[in-house]
């Protein structure tokens, strides 16, 4: 039983950093779009559309809010991989208690009725 606590406390925790990995996400991914929106705003002299949507890409706060949200992404996935695996492992845990459980009431009957 101490087992599937300490599981489901792990699980509730990287629970907890999960949520928080997904609005630094959602944050990150705003700020991107922030940024891109500016460049574009930058680029509208450029000759052509194409030209316009180089630019604002190629733009320095672009990239650099770009590379912050692959970062962020890549922190919630690693998280939600460790939330997933504490939760498979607190679920296995839960089904062998429950399988245990069941098994010693059936064996308690089989020994008062056993000569």
Known sequence: MELFVEF???AEYAGTQLAAAAVDEKDSEAHL????AMAAVK???E???????A?????????EADAEYRKAYAVRKLTE????????KA?????ELTRRIGRSDRESRATRWAA
């Not at 000759?47 to 949507?53: C, F, G, L, M, N």
């Not at 991989?81 to 498979?88: E, F």
Request: proline residues 0%; contains cysteine; positive net charge.
């Open 8 to 10: 489901t406390r792990w």
């Open 33 to 36: 779009e922030r940024c891109k």
């Open 43 to 45: 680029a509208k002299n």
């Open 47 to 53: 000759k052509s559309v194409t030209a316009q949507k």
């Open 55 to 63: 630019a604002a890409a190629s733009d320095e706060d672009v990239l």
């Open 81 to 88: 991989a460790i939330y997933s695996g504490a939760d498979r």
């Open 91 to 95: 679920a296995v845990v839960s089904r």
